[in-house]
């Protein structure tokens, strides 16, 4: 995941939201309400039951990888 921040930010991305491969059905509005926390937040998480997250985003500044 962390390699997946690191391609989407060299792109040139502002923002870059990743989900679980287990849930290729995601319905789109999830996305939509993703990028619209995110324009005021500087990270968004979509909790799952199970206590992990389906969903994790960041905005190109406040993605920090120490040693990058």
């Known amino acids: 995941m962390k390699?997946?921040?690191i391609e989407?930010?060299?792109m040139k991305f502002k923002e870059c939201s990743i989900i679980g491969s287990d849930i290729p059905d995601l319905?789109?509005?999830i996305y939509r309400e993703a990028?619209?926390?995110s324009d005021e937040k500087d990270a968004v998480i979509?909790?799952?039951v199970d206590g992990g997250?389906?969903?994790i985003g960041f905005k190109d500044k406040t993605f920090l990888v120490?040693?990058?």
């Open 35 to 37: 990028f619209t926390i």
């Open 66 to 68: 120490p040693g990058i």
């Open 53 to 55: 997250y389906y969903l």
């Open 8 to 10: 989407a930010f060299s």
């Open 46 to 48: 979509g909790p799952s």
């Open 27 to 29: 319905p789109l509005r």
């Open 3 to 5: 390699n997946a921040f």
